[in-house]
């Protein structure tokens, strides 16, 4: 088991080496626009070359590389192109804001779709049916439209809550609160929908086993053998599900920050896509790709000791 | 005596891994002779048909079929006769290709030798159905419409596609129902009378192995512990865990049955 | 001479060619997504014909136009037509979907076909490779890359194929995986096919609906992300792209929150209606499978069984009266068990013999309440300790199961619990239905298992069903099932996937177990020869009816029935032995 998690950690950093490899390359290595894009389309040669050398960019990739990992291994991503701040610090500004709506998100979207996914697996019925209808719709609606329907409905014309903004936690709890209400509904949304999907058809499998004919032989209650049995072994299915939502829910806060205006990491990505801040777009997919990695270390970790041919080796 | 020999099994060592499946196993099959394999689940028997088979891993040792040596060599590189050699698998449920129409399974293997073209192949298709007495019509048809004993027949059909000398048949009748099992060993006896094909036929049923064999060898932990005529190994077994497998399956009579339990129940107080 | 296919539960199988279009738009829901995708392909390829305006034409007056004003849907904050730009939308729409989902298959299909084929090292680096993809955030990606790839949506959407192509290659390596080792794979390498060939012939046809089903899946979602990152302002502003209409109408929220509701609609009825197809083919493929699991509620039998309720002989443990099992089929209900009755003593072992399909499985699961869902007693009593277990509850069974009516299974290791400890699954139904403590139902546990002859019973407690053989599990199986010394043993195969020797010992051990307990056993088996071992009588059944009753002796020594004399005569029994002649070389035909 110990071997297990060493294994997977190691995996996760050569992970994040890649990675940001590869991104640098991709990134730095097509920045010959850069400059011009910057400066705008009337610079002249000489500004582009000065500013290309002002930023590095006329060094070799792999200098370049090996210096932005030199720094990025101390803590120091450098500077934005396109204002006067410092990467790190700008991103551990933005960073609580994101994890707040992701962490709320993906917790309610757990707990619903946990519940529903149960009720409808055992229920069956008609509850199964509305799940099922409301999966669809709820993968088929983009969650910025919904989020754009919420804000008419509820910030414009009942105008129970704000449209935009975010207020911290440390400043007013109730203000955070009410400030993550529409946008946490709106990312949720179409994640409780496929999750609950996935964790019905794990109950449904899980339920379908011989073992399960055989424990209700013995005559264990119908509520243990669902919670109990069929739960632990629907377990891995469900976090799948988490870990493949977590990652989804990133990305789809950069939408939603943008309609509500909350100054979190996705609004800066878009932001930095459109201004071409290219050290800032390599330092937030660096940090994000971070959290993905602990996050699924951490589910495969807990999968692993679920599972007892892994655990007992 | 000196008969000339289809398969020439020597010393035929596997391993999985660390793991020792098959130990110096040396067994021969003569021309048109069935060669009962018996084993409990873990002796080594279904490895040692698929070695024979080239599906299977051999660690050293020599397969001689017509005495050219085919160990290791994978299907698709064997030439003359030992392209020939054909398989009956356990499960008819899942030995045929369920999205495929009898006539596609049974002309794959002669096209796929290049015997023939898909449209010359497919009028053998009505001889080989013949062959295991089944309609015509079945050519058109899907294997799930068929019952196991059925779909056990096509696999045969498809076996006998090659014209082969020898078909190596792994637990063949083990799924089907009792009254099908019957039909399908008759079958299998006469088809081997008819076109003289031999038969290594894999079993973990003494009484199977018995109705159809000429010659039984015994297995154990991947080694073969006793090889000889088939009356003898069934009936009057030589080495003690042959014996032990023999009396530990019932028969349909109780008093022979009590009888067999005491004496099985005295071989285990000795050992 | 073609029988007449009496397996009751066939196996899912991979649809046949023809039906399968059809079959899909018989399904009301696969009908709705075919039209609706085929008016979004229309009005891509019919747009100019269908678009009332030019999509692009600006026309100041119209600046936020309500609905009706001259335009059909009204105007967006530049005055242009929102109908004609839905429509000219469907275009960027559908080639970006088309981008995705073809770089997407392309890549993770044919990684998945030879990762999963050939497996081993192909496999662990094509794995950890598309893991790594498969952790980046797709929008953050596509936003971080854009302008590396020269602001084009196009190519964000091939970059975006990349990112999906994992979904792929993780569905194709897992079904060429469970396909590998089919045995008609084995068949196939036997006749000597190349892997290739393999590969086109078998493995595909078995992928192709699931890949078929997640396409419609990813170009759904391709569709929404395109949208949102239009919506961002990627892109090029002079195309008509419904995303770009979206931010349109979200810059004039607060003065035409109308102008949100089509952009949203078309692209919500398209995703919908690719889910609703993906779905439709998803159900024609389980069509054979069976309903999803549900609580069995015992619809009761007749109400008049009751004043029945004592049997004449006290000494009659179990009495079952023209028991009639069902399952629906159709409207109707397709009977399985079609009139049965048995009596069974106290101490009595009932043999009950027959072939697959002959009902006897269901007839044990009858008398236990646990059929298969949708199952039900339709007619007749079973009798059983003062009551009839026919019109009982779901409560009341559950008050006799494991305390007066115990169940072995024929599979062992699929009836344990993997997740749980032996031991655990020893104690927790004794604490339930004995209602003693933990500690006292661990002692009476490790008492059990050293009974039916485990060596180390401490250690076998301690222990997970993977870490014991077949047989220890079977006699696990056992112990839990006497464990609350019932009255009634019901026995499924229960040595039929065991090897012979241990099938010898388990028999030993039900026998002298039905000795101390006194217990009555019913032994469902096709085998005479355990029933000749260890039942006093047997029951043969046939189509769901049982066609003779007697002591074994009699049975074996005269059978009545002729199909009783059918199947003894099926019994192999030790006759002559075949004698080998030596052949001449067969010709090859």
């Known amino acids: 088991m110990v071997r297990y998690m060493a294994r997977r950690v190691a995996s996760g950093v050569f992970l994040l080496f890649s990675i940001s490899i590869l991104t640098f390359a991709l990134m730095f290595g097509s920045t010959k626009n850069v400059a011009s894009n910057l400066l705008g389309e009337s610079a002249s040669q000489e500004q582009i070359a000065a500013l290309n050398h002002e930023l590095g960019l006329d060094r070799p990739l792999t200098t370049q590389y090996l210096d932005w990992l030199r720094g990025a291994l101390r803590g120091d991503l450098g500077k934005s192109w396109t204002s006067n701040v410092r990467i790190g610090e700008e991103l551990q500004r933005r960073l609580p804001v994101t994890l707040s709506i992701v962490v709320v998100s993906i917790a309610l979207m757990t707990v619903l779709a946990a519940l529903l996914g149960i009720a409808a697996a055992v229920r069956g019925g008609w509850l199964d049916r509305v799940i099922q209808v409301g999966s669809v719709v709820g993968f088929a609606m983009p969650n910025f439209w919904l989020a754009l329907l919420l804000v008419i409905f509820f910030a414009i014309n009942l105008r129970w809550l704000p449209a935009t903004g975010y207020v911290s936690i440390t400043a007013s709890p109730q203000a955070w609160a009410a400030s993550l209400v529409l946008p946490v509904l709106a990312l949720a949304f179409s994640g409780i929908a496929s999750a609950s999907q996935q964790v019905r058809g794990a109950i449904i499998d899980a339920l379908r086993q011989d073992y399960v004919r055989t424990l209700r032989a013995r005559g264990v209650s119908r509520r243990s053998i669902l919670f109990r049995h069929a739960l632990r072994n629907a377990m891995p299915a469900a976090l799948t599900v988490l870990s493949v939502q977590f990652i989804a829910l990133l990305g789809g806060a950069a939408i939603i920050e943008r309609v509500f205006a909350i100054p979190g990491m996705g609004s800066l990505t878009v932001t930095s896509a459109l201004g071409g801040d290219v050290p800032m777009l390599m330092g937030i997919v660096v940090t994000l790709v971070v959290l993905v990695i602990l996050v699924n270390v951490a589910i495969d970790v807990i999968n692993a000791w679920v599972n007892p041919k892994v655990r007992i080796s | ?271 | 001479m073609s029988e007449v296919n009496s397996v009751p539960l066939a196996p899912p199988t991979a649809p046949g060619r023809e039906h399968f279009v059809r079959s899909v738009l018989l399904n009301p829901l696969g009908l709705a997504a075919v039209v609706i995708l085929v008016v979004v392909v229309a009005a891509a390829v019919f747009a100019p014909l269908l678009a009332p305006f030019d999509a692009t034409a600006v026309r100041i007056f119209k600046v936020n136009a309500l609905p009706g004003e001259g335009y059909l849907l009204g105007g967006d904050g530049a005055g242009r037509d929102i109908l004609s730009r839905l429509i000219y939308g469907t275009r960027n729409t559908l080639l970006g979907a088309l981008t995705v989902v073809v770089v997407a298959c392309a890549i993770g299909v044919t990684a998945g076909l030879f990762a999963g084929y050939y497996g081993r090292r192909l496999d662990l680096v094509a794995s950890w490779i598309f893991d790594a993809l498969m952790a980046l955030p797709a929008i953050i990606v596509l936003l971080a890359l854009y302008q590396s790839l020269g602001s084009s949506i196009y190519l964000s959407m091939v970059v975006f194929g990349v990112l999906l192509s994992p979904g792929f290659y993780r569905l194709t390596r897992n079904l060429v995986q469970n396909v590998k080792h089919e045995l008609y794979i084995d068949a196939a390498r036997v006749s000597g096919l190349s892997d290739l060939r393999i590969m086109r012939r078998h493995i595909l046809l078995v992928i192709r609906a699931p890949v078929v089903i997640q396409i419609a899946i990813v170009a759904g979602v391709a569709i929404v992300i395109q949208a949102g990152l239009e919506f961002l302002g990627l892109g090029d502003p002079s195309v008509p792209t419904w995303g770009g209409m979206l931010q349109d109408a979200f810059q004039n929220i607060y003065v035409t929150p109308l102008s949100l509701i089509w952009p949203g609609v078309a692209i919500g009825l398209t995703v919908m209606a690719f889910v609703l197809l993906a779905n439709a083919i998803r159900d024609r493929m389980q069509s054979g499978g069976a309903a999803p699991a549900r609580a069995v509620r015992r619809e009761p039998a007749r109400s008049g069984s009751s004043a029945m309720a004592a049997p004449a002989d006290p000494d009659i443990v179990l009495d079952v009266r023209d028991l009639v099992v069902g399952y629906p089929d159709g409207g109707r209900d397709r009977e399985v068990v079609t009139g049965v009755s048995l009596q069974l003593r106290r101490g009595e072992g009932l043999g009950l013999v027959g072939e697959s399909g002959s009902g006897k499985t269901q007839t044990a699961f009858a008398i236990l309440g646990l059929l298969s869902p949708g199952g039900r007693i339709l007619r007749g009593s079973i009798l059983f300790g003062g009551r009839d277990l026919a019109g009982l509850p779901e409560a009341g069974m559950r008050e006799l199961r494991g305390r007066r009516i115990a169940y072995i299974p024929q599979e062992p290791m699929s009836n344990l619990d993997p997740s749980f400890r032996i031991g655990f699954q020893l104690v927790e139904p004794m604490v339930t239905v004995l209602g003693i403590s933990r500690a006292e139902a661990k002692a009476r546990a490790l008492r059990l298992l050293a009974r039916v002859g485990m060596p180390d019973p401490e250690r076998t407690f301690r222990s997970y069903p993977h870490q014991i053989s077949g047989g220890m599990a079977q006699r696990v199986l056992i112990a839990g099932a006497i464990a609350c010394n019932p009255d009634l043993l019901i026995a499924d195969e229960p040595t039929t996937a065991l090897d012979v020797t241990v099938q010898a010992e388990v028999l030993d051990l039900l026998r002298d177990l039905q000795a101390e307990f006194n217990m009555s056993m019913i032994l469902v088996t096709h085998n005479f020869g355990v029933v000749a071992d260890i039942c006093h009588r047997v029951a043969v059944m046939k189509d769901g009816a049982i066609v003779e009753t007697n002591e074994v002796r009699e049975l074996f020594a005269k059978p009545r029935h002729q199909y009783t004399r059918m199947l003894l005569d099926a019994v192999l029994e030790d006759g002559d032995t075949r004698a080998y002649t030596p052949r001449a070389l067969p010709e090859v035909a």
């Not at chain 2, 003359?80 to 369920?98: E, H, K, M, R």
């Open chain 2, 1 to 271: 005596m000196d008969e000339p020999v289809l398969v020439d099994c020597r010393d035929v060592d596997t391993f999985f891994g660390t793991h020792h499946v098959l130990k110096r196993v040396s067994l021969t099959i003569r021309y048109g002779e069935t060669v009962g394999l018996v084993g409990e689940s873990g002796s080594g028997k279904t490895t040692l048909g698929r070695a024979i088979l080239g599906i299977g891993p051999v660690s050293s040792g020599r397969i001689l079929f017509e005495g050219v040596d085919i160990a290791g060599v994978p299907p698709r590189e064997r030439r003359g006769n030992a392209a020939a050699i054909q398989a009956v698998f356990q499960d008819p449920y899942t030995s045929l290709n369920p999205s495929m129409t009898i006539e596609d399974i049974l002309t794959e293997p002669i096209v796929a030798r290049g015997m023939a073209t898909r449209a010359e192949a497919a009028t053998r298709v009505r001889a080989l159905l013949d062959q295991v007495a089944l309609p015509v019509d079945a050519a058109g048809r899907y294997p799930r419409e068929f019952s196991g004993g059925q779909r056990q027949r096509i696999a045969i059909a498809r076996a006998l596609g090659l014209s082969p000398r020898l078909i190596v048949c792994d637990e063949p009748v083990s799924a089907l129902d009792l009254s099908t099992q019957a039909r399908v060993l008759d079958l299998f006896v006469e088809i081997q009378e008819r076109t003289g094909v031999a038969y290594l036929f894999v079993s973990h049923d003494l009484a199977v192995v018995r109705h159809i064999s000429h010659r039984v060898a015994v297995m154990r932990g991947g080694e073969i512990v006793e090889f000889g005529e088939c009356d003898q190994v069934t009936a009057r077994p030589r080495h003690d865990y042959t014996r032990r497998l023999l009396l530990a399956a019932p028969v349909a009579d109780p008093d022979r049955q009590a009888a067999r339990r005491a004496e099985l129940r005295a071989m285990s107080m000795k050992a």
